[in-house]
């Protein structure tokens, strides 16, 4: 009997032996604060936490997966893996679906949203790209990185979902930080940006995008409308005070007055029943994750792993900000779901994909050639 449970300890530890367990362990402690959350925010319905939990299954084993994966043979694949993500952002244009766009294709067991896919493999291809150049990049690399950040971005755009387009270009931007390119080149472009901005007020935003902000500005202007959320949302905060209103608890969601409560307002659930002690104890798993990511970034000697690992670790940063941000009222709502807290298929999926890509590149430790 011994035997038996020794080999099977051993087999079990070199299964395990690519997973980065610091990493491994701060995500699955956010997992179970997402499935508590979602199981209150949802009046306790064991169909929407059990569908959740599916995903995390799902993502935990795509993330074992790629864990094992060489780095070498991660680098090699990265441009067709690029190149096969763009096709489902043109697909979703001509048979998707979506309140506002074609942001989603239904697959009829599973929503499947393209979109989600391209905050992975736009870091990794732009990572990819300038690894073979001479850092940091020389005027010569910037067009081809120019074109892989805008291929994406400009068909999310296409889908009318500017929230997740802004979150896609953001992870190309923090590639070529990372990459040592000049502040000048992103000082040209807020520029740019701002000289935009008022062509895009007029003709290329839509009247609900406009909505949002205008709401943003002053959600007490159309409180029974499309200040709403905001609003709710504000009160379902101040409602948890220190410590919480206690698991399922909340009124604000139980009571159906918080809009999307188990998708971009997930947090805001959290926030009244755990109160100010429990958002303080997910944004330190959240730190902790971002941290893992930056020093496994900084201790490799491969340049792709050192610009993936870094913009993967930075994007999540920008995911927690914005939908904290947003849920405040100190940002318009854009849509943008709380990683790993929100209920979603693709969006946790995909997450749990890049945290694999991480421990692979962090695993074998190539070294830059």
Known sequence: MSTILRFLADLLLRLLRSLDPFLFVALLCLMGVGLATLYSASNESVRM??????????????????????AHVLK???????????LPLVLVLFIGSGKYGNHWINLGFFNFQPSEMAKLTLPMMLAWHLDRQ???????????????????????????????????????????????????????????????????????????????ILTFLNPESDPMGAGWNIIQSKIAIGGGGLLGKGWGQGTQSHLDYLPEHTTDFAFAVLSEEFG?????????????????????????RDGYARLFVGAWGLALMVYVLVNGGMISGLLPVVGVPMPLISYGGTSSVTMLLGFGVVMALKARRAIHR
Do not use: E, H
């Open 76 to 86: 090699q694949f990265t441009p067709p893996i690029y190149a096969a993500s763009l």
């Open 276 to 300: 100010w002690i429990g958002v303080t104890a997910v944004l330190a798993l959240y730190l902790c994750i971002i941290g893992r990511c930056l020093w496994i970034a900084a201790d490799s």
């Open 49 to 70: 936490a059990s569908t959740q939990g599916v995903f995390f299954c799902a993502g935990l084993f795509v993330l074992w997966l790629a864990s094992r994966v060489p």
């Open 134 to 212: 001479r850092l940091p990049p020389a005027l010569g690399a910037l067009p081809m990185a120019a074109l892989i950040i805008a291929l994406p971005v400009g068909l999310i755009l296409l889908q009318r979902d500017f929230g997740t387009a802004m979150l896609v270009l953001a992870s190309g931007v923090f590639v070529l930080f990372l990459a040592g390119l000049s502040w000048w080149w992103f000082v040209a472009a807020a520029g740019g940006v701002a000289a935009i901005a008022p062509v895009a007020w007029f003709w290329l935003l839509r009247p609900y995008q406009k909505d949002r």
